[in-house]
């Protein structure tokens, strides 16, 4: 026998690299802060560190593959609202005045508890004092792609474009190469963002080696604005056009996207963030899911950040992706629970440029891997698992979260989120921007 310093048993364990492949009774070894063995060859290890996993399923932590995690603390404010008249009139002055780095943390720290409970190991998150983010993600175990906002009007964190590109400087010197920390580059939206400011993006994340990460045709609005200021062309082919797309390039939303668009983005190897929820409750529309996924381009579920959703949860986004493309196309066979749960899993790790790190259970990824409970009344009986996994798992079905080889919650409780004082800062937190924003 060899040992390991991880060892779990027994489980009906999904790779996630073949579709539908379901190791019953496996074991997975871990060995440090990845998968040493899968299956038949994880059984000659032991470990003083066993987790007993009969009867529940074993899968890749689940990526979010679009978030704003600070944004917990706007949960809730203004819903019901245009896109544009909830940006303009609630959060962009909510933002402006409250958000600093002590609210960035403890909103970060709220997103980090709520989403390891819900089996998310990896998150592409992008705001403002992004190092804050990186800091809690960091303490909680959780693994980042984190661009740091850029946009052309003063935000908290940067007078101008050019003290957001400094702060991107100093978060990739400070956090470039940590274990779980990936800086990224991300300039807010096509909108928000000059097309010199975006040139100039693309080149600092070739500069500084960092994945790339933007907002991208989400509304009919932005469609339009685009057309008018670029030559009629769509927020797709106007990205193209000025050479933003390249290596690590990850866009949220794609709704507005038609067969030129998707050939694009395939053709460019650009990653998709796909936000079902956060398309649904703003109205953006119904993202082309099928046509990407056809086309060859790594689409993810993303949550969008918590104040357009109103929650961080990847198993309601799963559920809610599968519905959304099944009645849009009028086709009962689209988007079949094996698939969406390679979105939620391998697809979303590729999007996030982290497909040769997470993702799927094999020997040598990082060990980033939950533990999900299949006797909740609500699933009973399973007669495929991963139909069960993606129509009626919740995010309480989750019991244990490995990252990066340490666990981060066994059995529901999270142990590497610090909690003393959380909940008292929310609620203050929330007083005060009840008070300025909603009068
Ligand atoms: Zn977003």
């Known amino acids: 026998m060899k040992s390991c310093d991880l060892l779990i048993r027994n489980g009906r364990v999904m790779p996630m690299v073949e579709p539908g492949q379901v190791l019953e009774g496996a074991s997975v070894a871990v060995v440090g802060q990845r998968i040493q063995a899968v299956g038949p060859e994880a059984e000659q290890y032991r470990s003083q560190n066993v987790i007993d996993a009969t009867g529940r ?72 004092f992004e190092s804050t983010v990186a800091e809690e993600f960091a303490a909680a175990g959780l693994r980042g792609v984190l661009g740091q906002a850029l946009v052309d009007f003063p935000v908290p964190d940067a007078r101008s474009f050019e003290e957001g590109v400094a702060n991107v400087r100093a978060f990739a010197r400070d956090w470039k190469g940590h274990h779980l920390i990936t800086p990224a580059v991300a300039p807010h939206a096509p909108y928000t963002v000059s097309e010199a400011h975006l040139r100039e993006s693309r080149r600092l994340a070739d500069e500084l080696e960092l994945p790339l990460m933007t907002h991208l045709a989400e509304t009919r609005t932005e469609t339009e604005q685009t057309a008018r200021d670029h030559q009629g062309l769509s927020p797709t082919a ?31 190897g650009v990653g998709v963030a796909h936000c079902p929820h956060s398309n649904m409750k703003l109205a953006s529309g119904v993202a082309p899911v099928l046509a990407l996924l056809r086309a060859g381009v790594a689409v993810g579920l993303g949550t969008d950040g918590p104040a357009s959703n109103n929650d961080l949860d990847p198993w309601q986004e799963l559920q809610t992706a599968i519905f959304l493309q099944k009645v849009t196309a009028l086709d009962p066979t689209a988007l079949p629970a094996g698939q969406a749960l390679q979105m939620a899993t391998s697809l979303g790790a590729r999007a996030v440029s982290l497909g040769h790190e997470v993702g799927t259970l094999e020997a040598g990824k990082r060990a980033d891997l939950i533990i999900v409970s299949l006797d909740g009344a609500h699933q009973l009986p399973v007669y495929d698992l991963a139909s069960t996994l993606a129509y009626t798992t919740r995010a309480s079905d989750v019991r244990t979260v490995v990252i990066d080889g340490r666990v981060v919650m066994e059995e529901r409780q999270v142990v590497s989120v610090h909690l003393e004082g959380l909940l008292d800062r929310v609620a203050d937190y929330a007083d005060r921007i009840r008070k300025r924003v909603l009068h």
């Open 57 to 128: 399923a074993v899968l890749p932590g689940l990526v979010n593959a679009h978030c704003h995690a600070p944004m917990t603390l706007f949960r809730g404010l203004a819903n019901d609202r245009a896109l544009m008249d909830w940006l303009q009139n609630y959060i962009f002055p909510a933002e402006a005045a409250e958000v600093d780095q002590e609210l960035v943390r403890w909103g970060s720290r709220l997103a980090c508890l709520e989403m390891i409970q819900a089996g998310i190991t990896t998150v592409a998150d992008m705001y403002y």
């Open 238 to 268: 106007y990205l193209e056009s000025i050479g933003f797309f390249g290596p690590r390039t990850l866009a949220a939303h794609v709704v507005w996207a038609d067969e030129a668009d998707i050939a694009r983005l395939a053709r460019a």
